[in-house]
């Protein structure tokens, strides 16, 4: 690693043995308020040796990091198989029901697992509340949709087709940028591994995920698809990272993985029915890209931190005086 | 330093006499002569009546050159102009024309005040000003100090201005000292004319109670709502009524000075707006109550011919008035508008369908049932009682234009106004409520889209993970539900939008046309007409503060001419123009408001018209003005 930590646990003040010959001068001390036979000017050796760099920047091992941007490839995937979906919906005059029920039954199951884990595992705490997504809620969401899907359906009725795409378009890329990844290598085996997972709560990318779900299902013709659609979409998109930092959080190492594999294979599989193999290939660019290009560009930049620290005050710059 | 004021109509005298020599009578100010009269013997003014006592002799003016023997200060000569007999250093005579108080001229440093918008604060850049020259002028700051008192303030031009009457008096009295005859008797003509004015007096005093009982009967409050406040007929009727009910103030004020300056508590009674004790009370009364006159017989000969007008052409009116105003533009083009933006995508935007279907057909509704209360219920009545209602009509705007005049028939036609567009207002009012409520919810929802809420407790907005540990912590389908309703509005803002502008259109010609009406009843009621023909022919009569011209240089004193500066145009219209910015306005907050979904009005200041012609807040108390007689 380039980035070494340049700490000198020195003691503060310098050591000096009080030799014979030396006694006469008194050795330097950093403080004002003394008079001391040195000149104005005069910068002791010990003068630095409180100076610390890059104290709190921490190493990080490749492959860590490459688990953590698989991360970023599952919110992707999740986010692409939705449009696929729509788009086959669309276009293609896919069911929207089947897809519905099978999601529905997983998300069912998988929050269901996790439940059950959280307890065996960690009987006496309560549950984090990300896990507490209860029956009520479900059913309650459920019914929402179902009564404001005929409304959902008439909203951007009248509007083109492509203000719709662009909107929809410009509401996922903000989702990519704004989205809690929630990833924790650097701190994997630290004490505030903990602290990290009870902060998730992606609230700008579950709106956002839900107003492109709104956007997209109001271009769809029946009331029934629209709410099937919107309802898959809100498993998708919003349920399943839920799920998966559950199950991460519960260490099923395993599941994440499987889950991660089985979504990728999802959407390349919808891409290559509904695209074509040559953006499929764009597509595999675009991970491999995402999962091994960035990690090494972000060691990469690693290099060139350098933050200082010290016993001193820090100035900051006063902007705005007014 | 000496000054001497002499006025102009001695120089005459003295041209005329040159040969004798004259006492000169006046007053004297430290070193500030004002002469006020010759006189060629000396008299013993020891004995002189209180009110002229501080009158004496304060010099001689003679053309012979043997030595003065007198011991008065001042010693001039005559040549065309008085000059110093001994040259005096700094010596200045100003000469003036004697004000003649009669005519309601008179020297004042102040302007007079005609009308008035409210105390005027001064500027800051006035302010520093003002301070500098306190710093730089101590002199003026004391009239005590003995030497300098140069300045021709109030107490001097007091002096100045009553000389004239200074001189009647003394005048009468050498006469009363000569003949010692008193004629104090009563002649047959003048018991008949106090009984005339008593008549004159009971009648004009039975005519004002009945006026101040209308006044209270317009102004009388029905659950806060009263005539004056719904009718524009009634605000002008209350306005016009009040101005009647000052005349008898303003007039008796002019022709008894006694009511003004004999401490009376009347005037303080009346709660007047602004109240001088100076001498221009007494010229300002004079003025506003001959302009009101004008005003008002102006309003009733515009008002004549405009009933005449009407009715002349009463066959061409009532058509384009029924057809043309009612049923095509408050109708039948309003119609076509609002299905125009409800489902023809109104100027290629492509607002929601089925929103706006719903709210054009409830728009639609209502204007037809308008339309039928309005237009069908007086189609549908028999001709019989038609042409009874039009007599009706016609005596009403007769009594109108013949007792009140334009003012009254323009305030008629703002009533007109607001009562047909009635449904305007209505369709206004709904939809600046809707659109107020949901740009509200949206806001409030957007707080919660970007993971905020608004801290109503310590007035600012809140992270949602602040409370992370509590219960009160959002739950993801409160989350979701939140983000539901939110897309939903903001995907509909733009078709209740387009039904807000549309009728904020609506609404704001409508208002500008009433405010256009009410700019013309403005300039009928408060034109300063008879200030402006004042200035034409006597402009001595418009105080508007002094001017010294310099005359000449001679034996080292200067000539100076005291003359009135009359009062500018922009001086006499400043406040006129105030009225129409300041009695009424909307226009300053109309983007504010159309944004944020206020309701927009006229807001009016009625106060300020009655301020502006200074008229008694406390109407009632008018009538105690006969208890003084």
Not at chain 1, 45 to 55: A, I, P, V, W, Y
Not at chain 1, 281 to 289: E, G, L, R, S
Not at chain 2, 100 to 124: A, C, D, M, V
Not at chain 2, 197 to 226: A, G, P
């Amino acid at each position: 690693m380039a980035n070494e930590l340049l700490i000198r646990q020195s003691s503060p003040g310098p050591k000096h043995t009080p030799s014979p010959l030396l006694r006469r001068v008194p050795s330097w001390k950093k403080l004002l308020y003394l008079k001391q036979s040195y000149p104005d000017n005069y910068t002791d050796k010990s003068f630095l040796s409180q100076l610390k760099r890059n104290t709190t920047v921490a190493k990080y091992s490749y492959f860590n990091l490459v688990d953590d941007f698989c991360l970023i490839l599952l919110y992707i995937s999740s986010l692409l198989l939705v449009v696929l979906m729509f788009s086959g919906i669309y276009l293609h005059r896919w069911n929207s029901i089947l897809p519905t029920i099978v999601s529905s039954i997983f998300s069912i199951l998988g929050f269901g697992i996790v439940q059950i884990y959280d307890k065996s595992v960690k009987p006496s705490t309560r549950p984090s509340q990300s896990s507490e997504l209860n029956l009520k809620s479900f059913i309650l969401i459920i019914f929402i949709l179902l009564i404001l899907s005929p409304i959902l359906k008439s909203l951007t009725k009248s509007a083109a087709s492509d203000s719709a795409w662009a909107l929809s378009f410009a509401l996922c890329l903000c989702n990519t940028i704004f989205h809690d990844y929630s990833m924790n290598s650097s701190f994997i085996h630290g004490k505030q591994s903990q602290q990290i997972f009870s902060q998730y709560k992606p609230i700008l990318s579950t709106n956002i995920s839900l107003s492109n779900a709104i956007v997209l299902a109001s271009r769809l013709t029946s009331t029934s698809q629209v709410f099937f659609f919107i309802l898959f979409a809100v498993q998708i998109n919003i349920l399943l990272p839920l799920l998966d930092f559950n199950i991460r959080r519960l260490k099923l190492h395993i599941l994440h993985y499987s889950l991660l594999f089985v979504l990728f294979n999802l959407v390349n599989y919808l891409i290559f029915t509904l695209l074509g193999s040559k953006i499929l290939i764009y597509w595999f660019i675009c991970v491999f890209f995402i999962v091994f290009g960035m990690p090494s560009y972000f060691l990469f930049l690693q290099r060139y931190k350098n933050e200082l620290q010290g016993p001193w005050d820090m100035h900051k710059p006063i902007i705005n005086k007014n | 330093m000496v000054q001497v004021y002499f006025p102009n109509d001695l120089i005459k005298l003295c041209k005329k006499s040159k040969e004798i020599d004259h006492f000169l009578i006046g007053y004297k100010f430290n070193r500030i002569y004002i002469v006020i009269q010759l006189l060629d013997t000396a008299v013993d003014f020891n004995k002189l009546p209180s009110h002229l006592s501080d009158l004496k002799i304060i010099g001689s003016i003679s053309n012979s050159d043997k030595p003065v023997d007198n011991d008065y200060d001042l010693h001039l000569s005559f040549d065309t102009l008085p000059y110093f007999k001994s040259s005096v250093n700094d010596s200045f005579i100003i000469l003036f024309d004697p004000p003649k108080f009669r005519n309601l001229e008179y020297f004042s440093i102040e302007p007079i005040l005609l009308q008035s918008t409210g105390r005027e604060l001064l500027t800051s850049d006035q302010a520093s000003l003002i301070n500098k020259l306190n710093v730089i002028d101590p002199i003026t700051e004391s009239p005590n100090n003995d030497k300098n008192s140069f300045i021709s303030d109030d107490i001097i031009l007091e002096k100045i201005n009553l000389s004239l009457k200074v001189r009647l008096e003394l005048k009468a009295w050498m006469h009363e000292n000569s003949e010692n005859q008193s004629h104090n008797y009563h002649s047959v003509d003048q018991v008949i004319q106090n009984k005339i004015i008593n008549v004159i007096v009971f009648l004009v005093s039975l005519l004002q109670t009945l006026i101040i009982f209308l006044i209270w009967l317009i102004n009388y409050q029905i659950k806060s709502v009263s005539l004056v406040s719904i009718s524009k007929v009634f605000r002008q009727l209350d306005l016009r009524l009040q101005q009647l009910n000052y005349f008898p103030i303003q007039f008796l004020c002019y022709y008894n000075k006694n009511l003004l300056y004999g401490g009376s508590k009347l005037l303080y009674e009346l709660k007047l707006p602004i109240f001088n004790s100076n001498l221009n009370i007494n010229n300002s009364n004079y003025i506003n109550l001959f302009n009101t006159l004008w005003l008002i017989f102006n309003d009733i000969m515009f008002g004549i011919t405009a009933y005449r007008l009407i009715f002349d052409n009463y066959e061409r009116i009532i058509p384009v008035l029924h057809e043309g105003v009612i049923q095509k533009y408050l109708f039948s083009e309003m119609l076509d508008v609002i299905s125009w933006v409800s489902v023809k995508h109104p100027a290629g935007f492509k607002l929601n369908i089925k929103l706006g279907h719903f709210m054009g057909d409830l728009y639609s509704w209502t204007l037809k049932f308008w339309k039928f209360l309005v237009n069908d219920s007086i189609q549908n009545l028999s001709p019989d009682f038609k042409f009874k209602l039009f007599i009706a009509v016609k005596i009403f705007l007769k009594i109108l234009c013949y007792g009140g005049g334009l003012s009254f028939l323009i305030g008629f036609c703002i009533d007109i106004i607001n009562a047909l567009t009635v449904h305007i207002y209505c369709f206004y009012y709904t939809s600046t409520k809707i659109y107020k409520r949901q740009l509200d919810i949206i806001k409030s929802l957007f707080q919660l889209f970007r993971g905020k809420k608004y801290n109503v407790l310590r007035n600012r907005i809140d992270n949602l993970n602040n409370y992370e540990d509590d219960d009160s912590s959002l739950e993801i389908d409160q989350l979701l539900l939140g983000t539901l309703l939110f897309m939903i509005l903001i995907l509909l803002l733009p078709t209740v939008f387009a039904f807000y502008l549309m009728f904020f259109l609506m609404q704001l010609t409508v208002l500008l046309a009433i405010n256009f009406l009410e700019n013309l009843q403005i300039l009928v009621n408060f034109t300063p007409m008879f200030v402006i023909l004042l200035k034409l022919k006597n402009s001595n009569r418009l105080q508007g503060g002094i001017i010294f011209t310099f005359l000449k240089m001679s034996n080292h004193s200067s000539y100076l001419k005291l003359s009135n500066k009359s009062l500018s145009y922009s001086e006499i219209f400043r406040d006129f123009f105030k009225i129409f910015t300041d009695s009424k306005t909307f226009r300053d907050t109309l983007i504010q408001f159309f944004l944020q979904g206020e309701l927009i009005s006229i807001k009016h200041n009625y106060e300020m018209k009655f301020h502006y012609l200074m008229l008694p807040e406390v109407y009632e108390k008018t009538i105690n003005i006969w208890k003084y007689f």
